[in-house]
């Protein structure tokens, strides 16, 4: 479980945003993420969190992004997404899309917004997900959102790494093709214990998804093509991230590398919620 809080002193006065993992598994097999191997699948009942219902009253919560593993997996969503329904609260998903088709029409109904993990174009998401159609599950998944919610806000999360960081602007390219209304770009993490890492990834294993000085030099390069060519869609807010906040998805690289101090951002629940 994710928080987003505004605190005074030393207690918490108010959490506006909560991020709930409410599945443990994932219908994808990610190359930068662990989460797959989970051989138990647990998820979050809706008495677990009916005993905390007066906590998030009491805390003001606003807003409530569903994560996982992947959500959609969840035997009894509709009965979470009610809970949280009751009491005004705004619902995003955050998926893989691969079960959105399948699912589509109650997904219209439960959520005001979807977030969507994309790696690339076609060819490279698929490689990234080690999901064969992965791609056009997304795709297939958003026309039926559409067809069910037309005005559904549904967004796009890159996770930047060593396999598609000279492919960004063909991301870009790739996210309008299917129809998602923004696209935004995180830098992979290397180092916590996030996404069902038991310890920290060894420097092997981060080696296959941080960047060497000669990929981090590219990477800088692909970035100025995509402030270049795509300034319309920065200025407009398609893509998500500032010029500024582009540039230091290469700053955590170097940083890995120890080319550059990099610095903790500071945290806005209107964009960064998921990592944004």
């Known amino acids: 479980m994710v928080l987003i809080m505004e605190q005074s002193r030393d207690h918490m006065e108010s959490m506006p945003v909560l991020v709930l993992n409410v599945h443990s598994r994932c219908n994808c097999r990610c190359v930068m993420c662990?989460?797959?191997?989970?051989?138990?699948?647990q998820e979050l009942r809706v008495s677990d969190l009916e005993a905390h219902r007066e906590a998030c009253r009491r805390l003001s919560v606003r807003w409530v992004v569903l994560s996982g593993g992947e959500p959609l997996l969840h035997s009894d969503l509709r009965s979470v997404c009610t809970l949280f329904r009751q009491d005004g609260i705004r619902l995003t998903l955050l998926t893989t899309g691969l079960l959105l088709a399948k699912r589509a029409k109650e997904v219209a109904e439960l959520f005001d917004?979807?977030?969507?993990?994309?790696?690339?174009?076609?060819?490279?998401?698929?490689?990234?997900?080690?999901?064969?159609?992965?791609?056009?599950?997304?795709?297939?998944?958003?026309a039926a959102l559409r067809r069910y919610?037309?005005?559904?806000?549904?967004a796009g999360r890159t996770t930047v790494q060593k396999a598609n960081h000279r492919r960004l602007l063909d991301t870009v390219a790739s996210a309008k093709q299917i129809g998602m209304d923004s696209l935004s770009f995180l830098a992979a993490d290397l180092t916590s214990e996030a996404f069902n890492r038991p310890l920290q990834w060894s420097p092997r294993r981060q080696s296959e998804i941080a960047l060497t000085r000669d990929e981090v030099?590219?990477?800088?390069?692909?970035?100025?093509r995509l402030i270049q060519t795509r300034a319309e869609d920065i200025r407009t807010g398609y893509i998500v991230e500032s010029a500024a906040k582009l540039r230091k998805i290469a700053t955590h690289f170097r940083a890995h590398l120890g080319?550059?101090?990099?610095?903790?951002?500071?945290?806005?629940?209107?964009?960064?919620?998921?990592g944004h």
């Open 217 to 224: 030099d590219r990477l800088d390069a692909e970035i100025e």
């Open 149 to 154: 919610q037309p005005a559904m806000r549904i």
């Open 113 to 142: 917004d979807v977030i969507v993990s994309l790696d690339g174009p076609q060819d490279l998401h698929d490689t990234i997900r080690r999901v064969n159609g992965a791609f056009k599950l997304i795709a297939e998944g958003i």
């Open 34 to 41: 662990d989460i797959w191997k989970r051989q138990s699948s």
């Open 259 to 274: 080319q550059a101090v990099e610095h903790s951002p500071v945290c806005n629940g209107a964009l960064d919620v998921c």
